[in-house]
């Protein structure tokens, strides 16, 4: 039996429920479900789980620093609030009832770990809402209360959270200078950040006290100049330990660390104190990213300039022999940059390739777009177009369509697509994509150079710290190395610091070396032009 469109309808809602729809919707929290009396009464018994401590403790029936369980039932209530915190409207219903006072004055008074947990990281979520952020910053008593926790607290799921928020307020411009401003006041912040990267065993809080101090360092030379000492260099050592070597955002951070270390007067002597200890951490981090055939960089080139940049600081601290001696013992940091040194060669040639087309796709997209109003896509050439298609693509497997007919072919398909996508009004998603792409390719651009300084840089001061006219096992790994990574070297050497082409031709030319490929290597970058990435077109048609 064929049922009509009616049957097929769901049912209507019951009269009553229409009747008191206002009553129902005008408890929601915005266009959530989540129910305003329900918030206001998980925030009422917060305060009064608090105010029980209090009373309990007043009355002498617990000892002051005795650590208090929460109900499960409280505790399963207070984790759904801390859930719900992620939606906007349900910080903005927040802020309305006064939690921030609220979960502040829990934090001061409370003796429950997972109270003092829960109240700071439903904080941190709501300063992850836009504005919200400037609310909790410029309440002096929050920020004297986050602050004092580092001291005050041992539990690590707390601090976990109380560090969160620290993160989150210093990320944002408009709530970092307050931040730091008491932080510059605080005499025991140092040596909490400190204490934590040494002893921590929890990954997630030694994550987010590097990423504290990472920008504090990177954003405050006053700050910078405390962190910068052997005990922070020790520290970040076991930090590191314990994230394991390899690649993190924590162990991104902690290296950065390392480098800012650098940047001060002291850092030699910084460095020289923990010299092994530094060269072994780093040595190993860059086996688990270079340990193969061939290294690529994407997103690898800011932790591996890193790297290079303390490696650097370790083979100049003084005395500058230890140092060297370290390199020769374990050359597999030499063995990395030369491998870093073809990636990056590259990588440049890649970028160089995509700049081109980008800009190419770019000026084809604005002439199509400036002819737009004046020009039509006649809608009846279509076939024949896609005939001609058809016919090219049988040329292709026969082997009968030239190159240059084949790139005609190309060439129109391409300029009738972006045709379309204009007539289409797509032309303003083309510019955004295409402005998208030019901010990548400069980021890129930047990060590669960087890195291309800094392996520069240590090659510059591993050579010249070398004894002069005189054999070294770092001549001997150059020597055995694959020819092409070798010819790169000596190119990048010959732009960036030609007097170690120098250096390294006097010990070539010593007799009973045997570094004959280092002589030949040398003879062949003085007598060759170096191939430019755009020159290669070859090459980039074969890719």
Known sequence: MKMSDEEYKNPSPPSELLEHENEYTADMIGDTVFSKHWLFTAL??????VDGESSANKEGDDEKDDIVDVDDDLQTELCRLWDMSMNKDVVLCLIEFKAIDILVGALTKTRAPRLAEISVGILGNMACCKGVGSQITDSEGVRQVVLLMLDAYSDTPTLVETTRLIVVCLSTENTRELWLADIKKSKTFVENMRFILQSSTSSDLIKNVANIVDQLMDIEEEICSAFSTPELVLAVV???????????EAAESLLHILTLVRTTAEDSSCLALHRESVFSLVTDFLHSLC????????????VLASCYCILSAVVMATPSDDGIELIEQNSSAITFALKIVEAIRQQRRRLSRLSRRSDEHKK???TLTARQPHSTINVS??????EERVNAADKRVDGDLSASEESDVDGRARTERLA?????GQADDNGQADDSCQRSLSDSTESTEILREQILDFFRNVLLALPKEQMSPVYALLNSSKSSYLHQLLRLLQDGAPECISA????????GTGLHALRDALKHVQTTKVSLPEDNKEEEKQL
């Open 420 to 424: 379309k996508a204009s007539d289409n």
């Open 364 to 366: 084809l997209t604005e």
């Open 381 to 386: 050439e279509k076939p024949a177009d896609s």
């Open 238 to 248: 076991e930090g590191m330990k314990q994230v394991g070597v390899v690649w993190s």
């Open 291 to 302: 340990d193969c055939a061939m290294v690529t960089l994407e997103s690898k080139e800011t």
């Open 504 to 511: 390294i031709a006097a010990v070539a030319a010593l007799r």
């Open 44 to 49: 009422m018994k917060l305060i009064q789980e």
